[in-house]
């Protein structure tokens, strides 16, 4: 992904997203109307400016537990819910632990979703390059 820099302090840059192809088919207001910022970390010690276009990257670890977590624990409550509604009422049918473990999936997500929100992951995007000035993207290696 590519950003302008707004500011730098220290090793941490704010950035701005830059318009990809992909932003111009999409129906999402919110990025149009809101200018969009995001964090990331200078741990090259490249020579930035604010102004100049970088390159980031987020390490694949945090994007595989982000995953997990966004996933794997709705997954989790269903399995749970579907169990539990088993364990304590042992004569219910197929139906009611389904509808047990569906409504524990939407409260493990609602639950995720404001964990997510009040404790963010602390890796940060890592500046990986310096695009250059005229060019709206990075090139390819």
């Known amino acids: 992904m590519?950003?302008?820099?707004?500011?730098?302090?220290?090793?941490?840059?704010?950035l701005s997203p830059e318009t990809s192809a992909a932003c111009f088919g999409?129906?999402?207001?919110?990025?149009?109307?809101?200018?969009?910022?995001?964090?990331?970390?200078n741990l090259l010690g490249l020579p930035l400016a604010v102004g100049q276009t970088v390159e980031v990257q987020t390490p694949k670890t945090a994007l595989f537990s982000q995953g997990l977590q966004t996933i794997g624990s709705?997954?989790?409550g269903f399995l749970g819910g579907f169990m539990l509604v088993g364990l304590f009422v042992p004569f219910a049918g197929e139906a009611p632990r389904i509808a047990g473990g569906i409504g524990a999936l939407f409260?493990?997500?609602?639950?995720?979703?404001?964990?997510?929100?009040?404790?963010?992951?602390a890796v940060m995007p890592k500046v990986i390059r310096i695009c250059e000035p005229l060019l709206s993207a990075c090139p390819e290696p």
């Open 2 to 14: 590519t950003g302008i820099i707004l500011t730098i302090s220290e090793d941490i840059v704010t």
């Open 26 to 41: 999409c129906m999402r207001q919110e990025c149009k109307t809101n200018a969009r910022q995001f964090t990331a970390k």
């Open 74 to 76: 709705p997954l989790a």
């Open 107 to 121: 409260i493990t997500a609602f639950i995720t979703c404001l964990v997510r929100k009040r404790f963010p992951q």
